[in-house]
């Protein structure tokens, strides 16, 4: 995933939290708010609960490559933070990327890919 689509600053995180809507997703939680630019913008966050840094960066890649292939079909203009839960290490990789489908459709920020029409 692009560094362009991070959210980087804390008050960038701060924001989402405090106007975001929360969805839980099994082995991880997503919070969604619009923002003012028109473009997408995701943050990763794991808790010291989740185990020592091993573990925490291993939950973050995960959660990262499960979402990489579907940052083009979320709705431009849109602050997301995907929070790791324990199970975010255990969960197999394709069980979690239906799950982070199925988030993005009841937050509303799915955007299904048009299909291409044969000429």
Not at 88 to 111: D, E, I, N
Request: charged share 20%.
């Amino acid at each position: 995933m692009n560094r362009t689509f991070s959210l980087k600053r804390h008050k960038e995180f701060r924001f989402t939290y405090r106007t975001g809507r929360q969805v839980s997703g099994g082995s991880f939680a997503l919070v969604t708010a619009r923002n003012r630019k028109n473009k997408v913008q995701v943050g990763f966050s794991v808790s010291k609960k989740i185990g020592n840094s091993v573990q925490r960066n291993r939950a973050k890649r995960r959660l990262k490559a499960a979402f990489s292939p579907l940052l083009p079909t979320v709705k431009p203009g849109y602050n997301l933070i995907f929070i790791a839960r324990l199970s975010a290490l255990t969960v197999p990789f394709l069980s979690m990327q239906q799950s982070m489908t199925a988030a993005l459709q009841r937050a509303g920020v799915y955007a299904p890919p048009q299909a291409q029409e044969a000429p």
